[in-house]
């Protein structure tokens, strides 16, 4: 069984990026920690199974405490219930896609390992049957804390080459799949957007800048200036490094 290795890189369709997630951060942190198991140049094994041992889930994300065992093993319950959204137009007709996550998830207690079977539907794009991916290293985003840091550090990520997005607000908020929470633009940005950002600012490769769009005084979306710094910043405590 592979090593997660925070050197190792997730691949993911942009397509499934820009999907309608709901996740908590472990299910994320789950599913991320898979794909980067998955060597995106082959396909996915027949079954579409990939196995993440708890010890690695733990040292990749910085986890703390004992807890890790049990905590994943429900992860990996939760996550069989979840679903991506995807809407398009096609000749004029709005369609709908869900699709499941996965098709089975299973824990070994006495190993600590859980064992996940991409669906069907997921797992083409988790390997190179489509053009356009996006990649990063699992070093990048594991001291992320957030699902929403998490969604925004991929959304930028995509276009971390062109050094800008342009997201308007209903877009942006259907791929978080927000629903009716913070329906407000100042509450959406409040509690969702300026925390991912400083989390992807402080935590990651990335350095983002947003800027609100406005129609007259109303916030319709929001514009990301991206740069990349290879460089990931140290955590260090309150004033140090200050000088006497």
């Known amino acids: ?18 999907a309608a997630q709901t996740l908590t951060l472990n299910e994320k942190r789950l599913v991320i920690a898979a794909a980067a198991l998955h060597d995106p140049r082959k396909p996915l094994p027949p079954k579409g199974t990939v196995t993440v041992h708890a010890d690695d889930f733990r040292e990749v994300f910085g986890i703390e405490g004992k807890h890790v065992y049990e905590a994943l093993a429900e992860t990996a319950k939760r996550l069989y219930n979840r679903s991506i959204r995807r809407v398009w137009n096609s000749k004029g007709k709005v369609i709908e896609e869900e699709m499941r996550w996965v098709w089975m998830a ?11 079977g991409f669906s069907p539907a997921v797992a ?20 992320i804390g957030s699902f929403y840091g998490l969604r925004l550090y991929e959304l930028c990520a995509q ?18 799949d927000l629903g ?65």
């Open 1 to 18: 069984m592979a090593e997660l290795d925070g050197e190792m890189e997730v691949w993911q369709s942009n397509r499934l990026i820009e």
């Open 106 to 116: 299973r824990y070994k207690k006495g190993e600590g390992t859980v064992t996940l």
């Open 124 to 143: 083409p794009y988790l390997s190179m049957l489509h053009s356009e991916f996006t990649r990063y290293k699992l070093k990048h985003i594991g001291q």
């Open 159 to 176: 276009f971390r080459k062109a050094g800008e997005r342009k997201i308007s607000l209903d877009r942006l908020r259907e791929m978080l």
């Open 180 to 244: 009716d929470k913070y329906d407000r633009a100042n509450s959406f940005r409040q509690r969702v957007l300026d925390p991912a950002i400083a989390e992807i600012n402080k935590h990651t490769d990335l350095r983002v800048v947003v800027t609100p769009d406005r129609k007259g005084r109303k916030v319709i979306g929001f514009h990301f200036d991206i740069t990349q710094d290879d460089q990931l910043p140290l955590d260090l405590p309150e004033g140090a490094g200050d000088e006497a």
